[in-house]
């Protein structure tokens, strides 16, 4: 139940409180001071105008402040905090007061019903990225991939720019219980330029036991990896490189911008320069004997762009521009016989 104290009080009781708590150990002890509960901090940041945070956010600090379960919190408003919680929601606000995405003050972020680490180091996964997982399951599902006949072919998937390892370890997840022996049938890489975003994959790849299934390169591109990869009969690219041209991101949210790598996000010549260098080294390793299938997010703005470069070097082969939930253009799959 709430202390029947006036606000000036609670005030007056709360600088105490973290008085006393900042103090050098074992020179003070001051005991049954007033704690704060969940009601009164909701009332302090749910319906203030200057200290707005989103319900849905402050729920997911709350969590990760007192390591409570969310619905608790939910049906316990009368909780109280104790001062250490109390001192780290309030920190967990304040910087999401100044725009740091959640995922980004908790360390992990949800992506095709997995949860990821993520640091300063990585783009945190966004939602319209599952669909270069939709479709590259669709693809190693489909029966005319030839992945049916596994017997008599080689089927490699890489997953380019990596960062966290999201694509790639939300395929292997899915694919395991769908297609027995996996790891003797396909073979998965990842890479990315940034040493720090592959630490981060290869932690997340062990945290889910598939760190045995993929091999994890750091490299330009496809890298040091040509020649096994294009040693296989099969071959899946999955690629979320860098797309924003210097415009776009010059107007993104400054929580994207303080908080975010550059290096992931932006890209030369309109945002497509990472894969048009992506497919002109796909066009000078290609055998005639494989079949290549890309798949490539894009900003909806940049589909016809992309389609037309692709068909300026593979001009008989198969493009498409897929939609996201939302109905925008958000990736172009090439399948290059
Ligand atoms: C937009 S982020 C995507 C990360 C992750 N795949 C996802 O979907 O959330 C792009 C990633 O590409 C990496 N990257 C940037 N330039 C690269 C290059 N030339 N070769 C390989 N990776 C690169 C970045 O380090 C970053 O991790």
């Known amino acids: 139940m709430v202390p029947p104290f006036s606000a000036d009080q609670k005030n007056l009781i709360r600088e105490v409180r973290r008085w006393v708590d900042e103090r050098p150990p074992g020179r003070l002890l001051v005991k049954d001071t007033y704690y704060m509960t969940i009601a009164e901090l909701q009332q302090e940041f749910l319906t203030s105008n200057e200290k707005h945070i989103a319900p849905e956010d402050f729920f997911i600090l709350l969590s990760h ?57 990585t783009l945190i996964p966004r939602p319209e990225t599952e669909l270069l997982v939709e479709l590259a399951l669709d693809r190693i599902l489909n029966f005319e991939s030839g992945i049916s006949a596994q017997e008599k072919n080689t089927v490699t998937l890489v997953d380019v720019g990596t960062g966290s390892g999201n694509i790639v370890i939300s395929l292997v997840k899915s694919l395991l219980p769908k297609i027995k022996n996996l790891k003797s049938k396909i073979n998965f890489f990842a890479t990315d330029i940034s040493a720090a975003a592959l630490s981060v994959a290869k932690q997340n790849a062990k945290q889910y036991c598939v760190d045995n299934l993929i091999k994890f390169h750091k490299g330009n591109l496809l890298g040091q990896l040509e020649k096994k990869i294009f040693s296989a009969d099969e071959i899946i690219i999955t690629a979320n490189l860098p797309y924003l041209s210097e415009e776009i991101y010059r107007t993104s949210d400054d929580g994207v ?42 900003s909806p703005e940049q589909g016809f762009l992309l389609q037309n470069f692709a068909t300026s070097l593979f001009p008989k082969e198969e493009m498409r521009i897929h939609k996201d939930l939302a109905g925008k253009n958000r990736a172009v799959g090439i399948h290059i016989r």
Do not use: M, N, W
């Not at 969310?70 to 100044?98: G, M, P, Q, W």
């Not at 975010?260 to 894969?275: K, T």
């Open 257 to 298: 911008k303080k908080f975010e790598p550059r290096s992931a996000l932006v890209s030369d010549q309109e945002g497509l320069g990472h894969y048009y260098r992506l497919l002109k080294s796909v066009k000078s390793l290609h055998e005639k004997k494989q079949s290549i299938s890309l798949f490539l997010e894009i």
């Open 65 to 121: 402040a007192t390591q409570k379960e969310k619905i608790f919190l939910l049906a316990h408003s009368e909780y109280s905090l104790d001062a250490k919680d109390e001192t780290l929601v309030r920190d967990f606000f304040r910087r999401r007061l100044k725009h740091e995405s959640v995922a980004s003050i908790v360390g992990h972020k949800e992506f095709y019903g997995y949860t990821f680490r993520v640091t300063r180091d």
